[in-house]
DNA sequence: GCTTATCTCTAGTAAAACAGTAGAGTATTA
DNA sequence: TAATACTCTACTGTTTTACTAGAGATAAGC
């Protein structure tokens, strides 16, 4: 049931840029998202530009170039991300509503497993294509606030005025 | 997120002998167990083997011989199966619960991915770690009684009495 | 005690997926 | 025009997956 690198670092850039957007900084190069955590560069490349060509980032060369999320926050669910980096959320073929294919049992209306399995795809289903990446993003940013620990990817400024702004 | 053939294979292989079991036929060969599906013999016997090893299954060998189940199928619960033939149920390591593992972001208490995916695994164990063996043949065989349709691995016999049984 | 049916053990293997690397090319800006 | 940064394509090493093959051990029945 694992979730490819590829598609942890594909939700972790969706995620940074969406922090980093909220702190006033709109576009990061893949350098600086990137040397953090130091992720393989060109392997990120890669992820971006699928990210890039599905519609949720845009892309700015040269100089003060650099990635940005193009597409609403809130219109991206983190279902469907996955599905495009790591295929159907289904743990088997018979129970998927994006990619079906049938498997190897020969009734699937009295098939135990596949009942089993459908619950199992429903509940990961059920997180994943309800929480936007907006949602992520806030709940991260409150997280952070709450325990005062540090603001990745910000202007001091930026996190003076996210300060007062979250403060009740 | 998928489930290997492996670990489709071994649930199937459990189910199958539970039913066989309700249905008076307690021991099951290689032969019988793969015939329905065509499944591949000799891959299936080392998943048998495993299932073997692991203490749910016991085996005869020679005339007569065959797979059985050895431990009380109530007390088999699919999450530790899929745990046993597919690895941890986590989408990621570092919210495995059985096999813990630190991943790539730095800071794993103020990760959004993490506190997603957190909730996938949760999901999942619930449902997995929740339906033994038992309940899965059960509700199997209900199903099949209420539709009318045909009982696998079943001596006239046996279907008869089940039949008698499961009327309310 | 021989034959037949069955599980058991070990090794090998082809193909796909995974996780990157490498490098030349193109666009943008100062 | 120099520097910066994305883009495109190809390649590669490793691991996993899904088997296949075959010899060996064991049990039942004649």
Redesign the pocket.
């Known amino acids: 049931m694992k979730l490819?690198?590829?598609g942890e670092y594909g939700l972790r850039m969706l995620i940074n840029l969406g922090i980093a957007q909220e702190l006033g900084r709109p576009h990061l190069?893949?350098?600086e998202l990137t040397e953090k955590d130091n992720l393989?560069e060109?392997?990120i490349?890669?992820i971006?530009?699928q990210l890039?060509e599905a519609g949720y980032l845009g892309?700015?060369?040269?100089?003060?170039?650099?990635?940005f999320i193009e597409k609403p926050m809130n219109t991206i669910t983190i279902g469907e991300v996955v599905r495009l980096i790591?295929g159907p959320l289904a743990p088997i073929g018979c129970v998927s509503q994006s990619a079906y294919e049938p498997c190897t049992c020969p009734d699937e209306a009295h098939c135990g497993l596949r009942m089993l399995m459908l619950d199992v795809r429903n509940a990961i289903a059920n997180i994943l294509d309800r929480y936007t990446l907006a949602d992520v993003v806030s709940v991260t940013l409150r997280k952070i606030r709450r325990d005062k620990a540090s603001f990745p990817f910000a202007t001091v400024d930026a996190v003076n005025v996210l300060q007062e702004v979250l403060t009740p």
């Open positions: 490819s690198k590829r190069t893949i350098g393989p060109k392997f490349a890669q971006l530009a890039k892309a700015r060369r040269g100089k003060l170039g650099g990635y790591d």
